[in-house]
DNA sequence: TGGGGCTGAATGTATAGTCATCTCCGCGTC
DNA sequence: GACGCGGAGATGACTATACATTCAGCCCCA
């Protein structure tokens, strides 16, 4: 009668509760402590592991342990914030066109959702994302400063969650937008968005 | 020399190449036949079909057998199309909170974007959604009838991708929307979406 | 002809190892 | 004090096996 949960789905559980409480980057019970304190063997251990490290909610890093993953809210909502990443996991080639980049100078809607002054300019960086071939997405950003850094960059193929990282700015929270429409100040205000946040 | 890939690495190739070109719903090779045709055991079969397992690209049904996964699509572009299946997934409770809906009419250029004549209104959506009362996410919908029958729904808690699949209209493209900004026609012409595609 | 049970096939869960490889850290040497 | 080597500990890859559970289809009997 092992009733409705299997061993390792047990572990598994117990691990989440672990992963969610403690801080990011926090060393998690390695394979052998949890053989020993559940009484399963090594194979059954691993797999209550490895369901948490395919929902990203904990890395293994070989020789040295398992650890709680970090930028937990990127991952959490998924792959839009990083598309090349997600789809390099699918054993597909992410590729991009660029659609569209340069200057403008954004409506005032559009300069107080992006919490400009009015009348400064942003940039724009357009891009159609592509997986084999096959059209998926298309992003636009629009950033008053970081995205001067980017152009120029290898960004026909690159992944922007990437770029963004290498210049120090980790996407937090996302606004999904179902249906294309301004996120008012009010949004941002709902979520606590930071200044740095992107929306998505 | 395993080289750099290991075996179970090659089949999981392998099986990615057949899941692709062969349509949803092929039944694809058991795991006794991958262990007789890659010379390996069970568990290292079954390891490498558990990844596409991960990653949504086939289904498993016990005593029947691996079968390539239907709607491949949303499953692709990940979670925030169906954002109660990817809570679930990660063990948190996902809720939603009304923030608004009824009817409004819509500028002229969103009635473009939504492919209205101008002057009809148009049905708004609007929900918090929540991961254990973290807000995550804000997702608004604004579509011409659909939307009408899922007014008085079980909205406040439930999945809007299971409800649209209800009443016929799988989400297929996505358009990832970087920052705030109307999706012009131009955009959807280039995706091809058509006139039941939900843009993200 | 219809229903029911049997059975083979397939996946699900779990055990108990082996060998490989990597990482971290301490200890000894220079 | 800096450097390097080695060992302990950790994950990665894989094997061989056993039993449980579920599904689907076939055959037989009524």
Same mark, same amino acid.
């Given at each position: 009668m092992t009733r409705n949960r299997a061993r390792y789905e047990e572990i598994a559980a117990h691990l989440r509760a672990l992963a969610r409480e403690l801080p990011a980057g926090s060393r998690l019970p390695s394979e052998?402590?949890?053989?020993?304190?559940?009484?399963?063997?090594r194979m059954t251990a691993r797999q209550a592991v490895q369901q948490l490290v395919a929902d990203?909610?904990?890395?293994?890093?070989?020789?040295?342990?398992?650890?709680?993953?970090?930028?937990?809210?990127?991952?959490?909502?998924?792959?839009?914030?990083?598309?090349?990443?997600?789809?390099r996991r699918r054993g597909l080639t992410a590729s991009s066109r660029l659609i569209d980049?340069?200057?403008?100078?954004? +409506?005032?809607?559009?300069?107080?959702?992006?919490?400009l002054a009015p009348g400064v300019g942003a940039y724009v960086l357009e891009r159609l994302r592509r997986a084999?071939?096959?059209?998926?997405?298309?992003?636009?950003?629009?950033?008053?400063?970081?995205?001067?850094?980017?152009?120029?960059?290898?960004i026909e193929t690159g992944s922007l969650h990437d770029a963004f990282e290498r210049i120090g700015h980790t996407?937090?929270?996302?606004?999904?937008?179902? +249906?294309?429409q301004r996120a008012p100040a009010e949004h941002r205000r709902l979520l606590g968005l930071g200044a740095n946040g992107i929306v998505l």
């Open positions: 052998a402590e949890l053989c020993e304190r559940f009484g399963v063997s990203r909610l904990v890395e293994r890093r070989r020789g040295a342990g398992t650890f709680v993953a970090p930028d937990r809210v990127p991952r959490l909502l998924g792959s839009p914030l990083s598309f090349s990443a997600s789809m980049r340069g200057r403008i100078v954004p +409506t005032p809607s559009e300069a107080a959702a992006l919490r084999d071939g096959t059209p998926m997405a298309i992003e636009r950003v629009d950033r008053p400063r970081e995205v001067a850094e980017l152009l120029g960059d290898d996407p937090s929270r996302a606004v999904a937008h179902v +249906t294309a």
